[in-house]
């Protein structure tokens, strides 16, 4: 792909990436919470709630002991009664749980990690007289959780020695397609159920724009189901280890919203495929090591769906010749012009560098002096990028030129008559430019490419990029 493609691609990533942020405010997390009820009972802490909830498998061959349904205090003042937060956890080691750090209340982060009364986790119970229910001692670790933005997910807590054994993490990141397996806790009112669910990792996805390599920090898998209650739910590979958490999901209404936002001519699924936003345990501390990925977890934050996917130029190429010759054809002779090509404001614009011999002493001329235009992207049934791309125009801007010879040179102002929406403007420069000499009309047009924001230029290793 040439460069001048390359640097198109990346802008209009950069414009569909804030639309679709700015319209989503982040995928939606699965956190329910409920008023317990205890009865004539007075609340006195999260692990006696638990030990009233049953928890049941869905088969007993896919009944893990080492998955469970974890409560925590949301709102130790609420009345009558305080309101109790499930979300699902697993053990990392025999005496360590991992969960999303929404799942965490504000009060036990703001307590110096002291979580005693506050939190618990339950697991399926493995025989009479063995314990099922294990309160949080210690918060151990957790990652800044802000709603608006996809961000690792995580927290890890600490619970008595259970005994079971626990989840192997693998931290050699989640490569595209690859076969996992979804185990979370799915509640009711007072109880919950386990359940497992087979789903797929898809990379390059308009589910998740920073998800572009096995090493990016969040990862995006199609074809399971998320509800509330399965925030922290582990997400397994073919060797049965973590390699990631589940954290959040996006819904038909952050779609359709996403859509609305989105360029003309952007192509995706009318309806939103079952999904769910994980965090990747590859970038994440181990809790017991304190080992990750850090530089490729690094290397990968850069990289965005589009520096991912070799897009055929072929169409949109063609495109833009097609916009250009008509835009072109229709500009006044009497000028030799500069064309600039705006990354940021996704137009080109037609300067007059100086004015033909030919032309008369006094010029009033109205000219399409900006095109902006559009290069969609394509979405499969999956929401995963396509090298199909377009381009093509949205828009154009009027400009009046008035001017007046003097000497050698020509004086007078430039007006913006109207935008691409319509709407009519006042706005006014001065123009002071020469008559077109021989060495002018030699040299023809010229072109210039404004590339906009340094943020464009960052350096980003492909290498790391996941491959379909």
Known sequence: ???????????????????????????????????????????????????????????????????????????????????????????????????????????????????????????VRRGPGQPDVFPCQRLLNYSQFDPTKILPDYAFFEIARTGIAPLGISQTGIPNRQQLRLVKVVPWEKGARLQSEACVSALNSALNFSSASAWSKTSAAINCHSAEGNSGSPVLDKKNQVVGILQSA???????????????????????????????????????????????????ENLRITDCISLDSSTASAGELKVNKEWTDRLPRNFIYEFQTDMAQELKRAVPRCVRVESPNKLLVVYPGEVKYAMPLHFDAEFRLLRKTNFFKKSESNYQISLTKSGDRWKGQLSLLSTGNGLGSAAQSVIDIPSCTSADESQGSMTRRIEGSPQALVKKDTSLCGKD
């Open 1 to 123: 792909m040439n460069k001048k493609f390359a640097a198109e691609k990346m802008m209009v990533f950069l414009f569909l990436a804030m639309a679709f942020l700015g319209a989503c405010s982040g995928p939606s997390t699965n956190r329910p919470l409920y008023q317990p009820h205890s009865g004539t009972q007075t609340f006195t802490s999260v692990e006696n709630e638990l030990r009233t909830a049953p928890l049941v498998c869905d088969s007993p061959a896919a009944c893990p002991e080492n998955v469970g349904m974890v409560y925590s205090a949301e709102n130790l003042n609420s009345f009558p009664k305080p309101q109790v937060l499930k979300c699902t956890g697993f053990l990392v080691q025999d005496n360590i749980v991992a969960t999303n750090s929404h799942c965490v209340p504000d009060i036990i982060k703001q307590n110096q990690m002291s979580c005693a009364g506050l939190m618990a986790i339950k697991f």
């Open 250 to 300: 996006y819904k038909e209404k952050q779609l359709q919203e996403m859509k609305r936002l989105a360029p003309v001519g952007t192509q995706m699924p009318d309806k939103l495929i079952p999904n769910i936003i994980l965090t990747n345990l590859a970038c994440v501390p181990h809790p017991v090591n304190g080992r990750y990925e850090r530089e490729k977890c690094a290397a990968a």
